[in-house]
């Protein structure tokens, strides 16, 4: 075999991948947008019988000869072709060191606890989800030591969302957030209260669609290539960037959590839709990392949707389609969608306090993954923790511990990706301010140059870097949390008069 | 091996089957509801891995192998075994007679011709369709002849269609159609014409949302295993019998046609989620034919939906979502609902017009495939015959002979099920009768003893019986078309005062 016919092996592997990856990711986005809810059983069989030859694609002998061989290529390899290489090698590890019967009995657990954690959560009953909780977990530290046995389970996780990123590195971050952000949340709180009394009231769904199309339109999304559906909790996916679909929900009483979710899911999108022609169908052609992912989505939310200069330029369409708003001012709208508030739930969270909810569930997993903490003792430190960064508490496990699906998903060391992105986009909005107005595009409705710096140095790399070279190339430098904080700082001073 | 093994690997190969199929049957799906337009290409990647993969299971070397052995154990085989023997040796012949890349071209054929045929059909430009439509037919033929070289070509694909059906017994079949619809129809348009006004007007799609709700459970459809979308076109898929999807399209200007597809396509649904659990992810859990199948969907749509009974049951109802209904008697909705008038569209035919419109259709299909006529006489053909059939001549071809996509798809002998299928129904109401009181449960809106009688006597059986082994047990007798013309001519001489 030459290293030409391998490559050529290698793109026709890479495409069969593609093509799995997307009938099962339809399966499952099917599963939430148009399916009936005993379509399940059916869902579990066919998902069974195309994760088997997903699994072949990628672990199978001629996988393993294929990548052998052009591992052994060395530096005669394109260095596309070796990123690609290095990528695919890693995935074939991962899944070649886990026992095919322990995968399956875990694939069997996750669906088992998913079910017990619908119900547990409707009861708020946690003794019933605890021991499931802890074999996903007791799971996890097995399975991350058949990988990395030197390894620090809970580093190994970081790592998988967020390559580059540990725990010593995430502990700093996490550290600067607290230190800054708890004194600011008890300045706000101790201040004159913003009014948002207007953001409920009736808000006819079919003019809430319509500005999801034109908020999309706003974004410049390709609509050719992207698509909107509603489902319970809005999402992004990609079954090629060709095709990538986002979703809300709309609530007929409050307009506002469609509206940013759309632009928050936009931000996603506009990822997948902009990595470069070259990658599609190759595990280059997608974002490279959660944190990574997340600072666009949240750039778009935050730092583009709640600007004073993007509400300025929606004001006047929001008042043509909700007679309601009309009275309300430009800084009235832009107060109240940055209104700050101390909650439960981290999904209905402001831009001050959404990392502090992040921080608590980032400190409980570190001591899970020690050994630290017992599975059992998990709600009464989660609220130890809310009242401490926070000042509430919850009422029942409900509002408390169950409230994220992350866990019994078998998801642990992704939630960091949330406070790290929205860190990110301050620092790229630092960098971006260098050659763009970014203001005046937010209130001009033109956010063709933010796209443009986006695309040129984040979104058509896709995988290419890793997301820390890929930072370390659009700073200029290191990734410094201090862009963020400052952020806050001033947007939060000037908001609150404080 | 054993014939047990046999067995146990033919349930494999089937549950394989039937996990591709319902991948590559959700992204078909998911193209006319969810996709965005430009998913088309990444949609071709991903169906051309697929069907590598379903080429194989259906027509690979270990299947052929499987069978073999299977159709060698002769007597000692379970009757319903021997069945998904029978079943799936034929489609395996006929996958294995065709040349790969025969049939590689010919999907490529179809896709062209399917974008062509679109954009001859907005400029009526038949010239430019019609070397594919020939292409298509000529490959057709050629494929029947691979298949049954002593076979009439039309016959063999009207065979695979409806087995044991010819063009014999449809000649008789259309000539008895004809013979006493036309007249029937002449004296219908020379009686006084019915109002019809009030069907069209304003109805606000929310409520015909919830309309087809209601009417899918007063089918009792089971709706934990069927969901409704919407799309251009109404249709029912289903991806095993725990998950089938209908559609329909709602027009502001008109209730009627929603209402009247989600229970044509209600009827299909039905059928395929109560086949027997037994048969499910095999080949025998789906519908025998298609035209057994129209014979639900058009036994619901008319003999049910459009009875006089069913619409004093739905009148109220009406007349409660949509007030302008309120003045509108029972009779008058029944005769309007009815109302007969010779159009040139036949998805938008009445009942007593729709068969007329299929043997247009049936007569062209037959003299093309004996070469009896040229492609480009087809226009013309076809407006001869709707003058003789029906005393209507389209005024471009847009109306004529490119309205339906049946023939841009390769779908030739597929016609004559839907009329077969009306006349199928009406034979069946007349066994039904004989112990059950349609009517009265129709007026009810108690479809329970109704539905009880078509599972007993059609939906459990799926494929196990061919459909004419299966219609001679429901009829006990041969199947006759009396009983669907006496039907006609007794609900339009009553509605017209003939």
């Given amino acids: 075999m030459t290293q030409e016919q391998a490559l050529e092996k ?15 990711g339809l399966i499952s986005y099917d599963a939430v947008t148009g399916a009936p809810l005993g379509g399940a059983a059916c869902r579990g069989e066919t998902l069974a019988v195309l994760s088997q030859e997903e699994y072949r694609l990628k672990a199978g002998p001629e996988t393993q000869e294929l ?23 890693q995935e074939l590890d991962e899944t070649r060191c886990i026992p095919p019967e322990e995968y399956a009995a875990y694939q069997k657990l996750l669906n088992d606890a998913e079910a017990v954690w619908h119900e547990a959560k409707g009861k708020s009953d946690f003794d019933s989800f605890a021991p499931y909780l802890k074999k996903i977990i007791d799971t996890q530290i097995r399975f991350a030591a058949y ?5 620090d389970p809970y580093e190994y996780y970081l790592d998988r969302y967020e390559p580059g990123m540990d725990a010593k590195a995430l502990d700093a971050f996490f550290s600067a957030l607290r230190e800054r952000l708890v004194p600011l949340l008890q300045r706000v709180q101790a201040a004159k209260q913003v009014d948002a009394s207007f953001l409920t009231g009736d808000f006819p769904l079919e003019k809430q669609r319509a500005l999801a199309q034109e908020l999309m339109d706003v974004l410049r999304i390709d609509r050719a290539h992207c698509a909107i559906g509603e489902t319970e909790h809005p999402f992004t996916t990609d079954f090629s960037k060709f095709d990538v679909r986002i979703t809300t929900h709309y609530y007929r009483q409050n307009l506002f959590p469609a509206l940013f979710s759309v632009v928050h899911e936009g931000g996603h999108a506009l990822y997948e839709l902009n990595t470069a022609d070259e990658y599609a169908y190759t595990c280059l052609g997608t974002g490279v990392s959660m944190g990574v992912h997340e600072s666009q989505s949240r750039f778009y939310e935050n730092l583009i949707g709640r600007s004073r200069g993007f509400i300025a330029f929606l004001t006047p369409r929001l008042q043509a389609l909700f007679p309601q708003l009309s009275d309300v001012s430009q800084q009235a709208l832009y107060r109240a969608v940055n209104r700050c508030e101390a909650s439960l739930i981290r999904i209905e969270a402001d831009e001050l306090t959404y990392c502090l909810h992040v921080m608590v569930r980032y400190e409980l997993e570190k001591k899970l993954f020690a050994r630290q903490m017992a599975v059992e003792e998990l709600p009464q430190a989660w609220n130890a923790l809310y009242r401490e960064y926070l000042g509430v508490v919850p009422s029942c496990d409900r509002e408390g511990v169950f409230q994220d699906s992350h866990w019994a998903g ?9 406070a790290l992105g929205s860190a990110y986009g301050a620092q790229m909005m630092h960098c971006m301010k260098k050659s763009v107005d970014v203001d005046a595009c937010a209130a001009a409705g033109d956010l063709a140059p933010v796209n443009r710096w986006l695309c040129e140095n984040i979104w058509r790399h896709g995988k290419r870097y890793r997301p820390d070279e890929l930072l370390a190339r659009v700073f200029g430098g290191p990734f410094d949390p201090a862009y963020y904080l400052a952020y806050l700082e001033k947007k939060y001073t000037e908001i609150y008069e404080l």
């Fill in 147 to 151: 990988s990395a046995a030197d390894k």
């Fill in 10 to 24: 290698l793109n026709a592997l890479e495409k069969k991948k593609a093509a799995y990856a997307h009938a099962m």
């Fill in 67 to 89: 990548l052998a061989f052009l591992a052994g290529c060395g530096q005669a390899l394109p260095p596309q072709a070796a990123r690609r290489v290095e990528i695919l090698r």
């Fill in 410 to 418: 078998g998801s642990f060391g992704y939630f960091p990706s949330y």
